[in-house]
């Protein structure tokens, strides 16, 4: 099945810290990828969604300022929490999807940030 | 953010009993999706639906479509203590990119 690989598992840094998290579908060439942000026994809530090749589309209320989002190439998007501060601390999660073939979202292992 | 209700908010059964959860929403979507999420990790894919009334098994776990579109079940028989776990809905818009909105998951205890 699809794999879809995050990178780091775990980050704590200092505050004012910007931080890059990296989002590779393995086996496949992902059109489109999706940043999540999840706090503790919540749900996972939508951030942005990422197309290649293009800007991505932030949901309201997320700061895309704050939120960096590249997607250079199918394989690859990337999520950059600039000046990090603690109230950023949450688990993060992308998953990577591909308009040509018939498969649901496939969700990465997330990353789990930490700001002191 | 847009999210589903889900229910039960969490269940505390026994192993062996039969486990049931429904989302519903204001909103119809052109697919219905149900994962499992354990601690730490990303969610798991367990049954993707994609036609109203459609209804789909995958092994103990049974899922449907909703005749209305705005609404989608779950159904888990015969419960392990590996079903411990957090269940979320997701409907989704179908089309080019393929968004999904959440359910507020339901978390599952499972006493051996």
């Known amino acids: 099945g699809a794999v879809v690989s995050q990178h780091p598992s775990r980050v704590i840094c200092k505050s004012g810290t910007s931080v890059k998290i990296e989002c590779r579908s393995l086996d496949f060439q992902a059109t489109t990828m999706f940043w999540y942000r999840q706090f503790p026994k919540k749900s996972l809530m939508l951030m942005a969604t990422?197309?290649?090749?293009?800007?991505?589309?932030?949901e309201q209320g997320v700061e895309k300022d704050k939120f960096l989002i590249n997607h250079a190439s199918l394989t690859l998007s990337t999520l950059t929490v600039t000046s990090a501060h603690p109230e950023d601390s949450s688990f993060y999660i992308c998953s990577a999807y591909s308009v040509y073939s018939n498969q649901p979202q496939h969700f990465g292992d997330g990353t789990r940030l930490s700001i002191l | 953010g847009q999210q589903l209700n889900q229910s039960p908010q969490s269940m505390f059964i026994q192993e062996g009993e039969d486990v049931s959860m429904n989302c519903t929403s204001s909103s119809i979507f052109n697919t219905w999706l149900w994962y499992k999420q354990d601690p730490g990790e990303g969610p798991v894919l367990l049954i993707a639906?994609?036609?109203?009334?459609e209804l789909t098994s995958n092994g103990r776990l049974t899922a449907q479509f909703g005749i209305t579109r705005k609404d989608s079940f779950l159904n888990i028989s015969a419960s392990i203590p590996s079903d411990v776990g957090i269940y979320f809905c997701a409907g989704g818009y179908g089309g080019a990119t393929n968004k999904l909105i959440f359910g507020t998951g339901t978390l599952l205890a499972v006493q051996p």
């Open positions: 990422s197309n290649e090749g293009s800007k991505a589309t932030y």
């Open positions: 639906l994609y036609k109203a009334g």
